[in-house]
């Protein structure tokens, strides 16, 4: 795969002899296509939704991962997530064999996961998902899961990862650099505090998160400030409890996050149903007016304010195997992300 740095952004016309969902590909070809915003201040425009890395380990066989893929794509989704110890690396080696003669249709973003280590340790998981990914560069490349009170420190100390974000860059390896977490705000502005040429971070956003330990109300806005790509995720809460509980449904979940100053918001996606589902709620989106957000975020306040549905800012049932192998943590057999 040559370094062309293109986006073809604006994807949908099935490729010929290519299987794909025929209602996705219908879609597609609409005028209700999926609507694209500026990557921060980079200039590139990108998908207002995109596929999350995690559930790509989800679907039987490789094939079936392929196939949700493609029709991803077709559908008009260029934003590809994924992490490099997303299902001990299986996520990223389906993504790596689904975008085969695709790479340049698609934003592919993927995560370090240092957890304190140093920036040997980052430049090897890079090696190994530029090899999973099938790919020379990455468009985004960002530290995950900052999580720890005591991990920033360690990300900007003498040979922490901040140092292979700097190197990878300089390399060519990777075009844009980022973080993440779902903890706590605070975690996320300490982050920020080092004035770091961030691109791009991502955050957990839904209407109950406006009530409870807000990123909305408290790292959105500085993002905003900075020219940051705001990258949002976990618009059902991570499980989706908060839909199965009935006390909002998907179509208003999601739209509400996409109504924000966002640029994009990954979406946990592992069958053609819930594929199809999201997309009717991107191609051709409208966003909700500020009353309608407020009215939404104060019919759900009084379910919001203990965190029953954003486990993972209180609890530890959403930190991956590779940070709770960092700190001591058991281990978890399946994660929910």
């Keep these: 795969m040559s370094r062309t740095y293109l ?59 392929t196939r949700l893929v493609h029709a991803a794509i077709d559908g008009g989704i260029t934003f590809m997530d994924n ?3 997303y299902n001990d690396g299986v996520s990223e080696m389906r993504m790596g064999k689904a975008l085969a003669g695709r790479r340049d249709e698609v934003f592919l973003m993927t995560k370090v996961c240092v957890h304190g280590r140093d920036a040997r340790t980052a430049m090897r998981q890079l090696e190994q998902s530029l090899r ?13 899961e900052v999580i720890f009170a005591d991990e920033p420190r360690k990300y900007f100390a003498r040979n922490g990862v901040v ?5 990878a860059r300089q390399q060519g390896k990777v075009r844009f650099v980022g973080f993440t977490g779902h903890k706590n705000p605070d975690l996320h502005l300490e982050m920020l505090s080092h004035n770091y040429a961030w691109d791009a971070c991502q955050l957990p956003l839904n209407c ?24 949002g995720m976990k618009s059902l809460g991570g499980d989706a409890r908060m839909v199965k509980a009935r006390a909002v449904t998907p179509q208003e979940s999601i739209r509400y996050v996409l109504s924000l100053p966002i640029t994009t918001l990954v979406s946990g996606i592992d069958t053609m149903r819930v594929l199809r589902q999201n997309l009717a709620i991107a191609q051709g989106f409208r966003p909700m007016t500020s009353r309608q957000r407020h009215a939404l975020v104060r019919r759900v306040a009084s379910k919001a304010v ?31 992300a």
Aim: proline share 4%; aromatic share 8%.
């Design 306 to 336: 203990d965190g029953r549905f954003e486990l993972y800012k209180i609890s530890a049932a959403f930190d991956g195997n590779e940070a709770r192998r960092q700190h001591g943590l058991p281990l978890m057999d399946s994660l929910t």
């Design 208 to 231: 109950f998160d406006a009530s409870f330990r807000s990123f909305e109300q408290r790292v959105l806005p500085e993002l905003n400030r900075r020219g940051i790509a705001a990258i």
């Design 83 to 85: 992490a490099w110890d």
């Design 7 to 65: 986006i073809k952004l604006g994807v949908g016309q099935p490729l010929a002899g290519r299987t794909v969902d025929t209602t996705i590909a219908r879609m597609a070809t609409s005028d209700a296509a999926v609507p694209t915003r500026p990557f921060g201040r980079t200039g590139i425009n990108v998908s207002i939704l995109a596929l999350g890395g995690w559930h790509l380990g989800l679907p039987k066989t490789d094939k079936e991962a």
């Design 163 to 167: 140092e292979a974000l700097d190197r």
């Design 132 to 144: 999973r990914l099938k790919t020379d560069y990455l468009d985004l490349w960002q530290i995950h």
